[in-house]
């Protein structure tokens, strides 16, 4: 998958900074490599060599195929001197265990100014707010794209849906046609 530049500068941007002012993570080698771990199998060198290039930050990463092995070791960092100064994560109940511990900055600064000067919607705010503040930003933020065969549609005598209800609704018509419809 390939992300825009813009985009990338300013997630690698957002997550530097929420990262540099509030986590008391280590890093390795020198003052602009940051200590980097994940679960995600994504290509961080290159995003890491972008992030270098646009604002002299390089990211040293570490992956974990594993997910209970990534979110121990996660956990287990931050009762040490070893904690990642960034790290991928998951939203919801992972996210709020996180911030209920004191584990993780607040980036509710971050978000203001990345919606005010038009870098991430609104909308997805929602998903790194816990009791009004928010942690963490996203690594992308991606718009899929669905599309539909006509004649099947037209065979069963479905509209184009345009609310999620309504595209199950059709996925359930589709279902029981024997058509897989995702």
């Known amino acids: ?85 960034l790290f991928t994560w998951h939203t919801g109940s992972s996210l709020e265990d996180l911030v209920s511990e004191g584990l993780v900055a607040e980036t509710t600064d971050i978000w203001e100014k990345a919606v005010a000067d038009g870098d991430i919607s609104e909308s997805v705010k929602d998903l790194y707010t816990i009791d009004g503040k928010q942690y963490c930003t996203p690594i992308s933020v991606d718009d899929w794209v669905m599309y539909y065969d006509k004649r099947t549609f037209s065979e069963l005598g479905l509209e184009v849906p345009t609310t999620w209800d309504e595209m199950m609704t059709v996925a359930d018509t589709l279902v029981d046609a024997g058509i897989a419809p995702f």
């Open 1 to 85: 998958m390939k992300f825009p530049r813009r985009m990338i500068v300013a997630t690698a941007a957002l997550v530097t900074v929420a990262s540099v002012a509030g986590c008391a993570g280590s890093t390795a080698g020198s003052s602009t490599d940051l200590q980097f771990v994940t679960d995600k199998s994504w290509d961080f060198e290159k995003f890491s060599a972008v992030s270098k290039d646009d604002i002299d930050v390089s990211l040293d990463p570490a992956y974990y195929a594993d997910q209970n092995a990534f979110q121990a070791f996660i956990k287990q960092s931050f009762r040490s001197n070893k904690a990642p100064g």
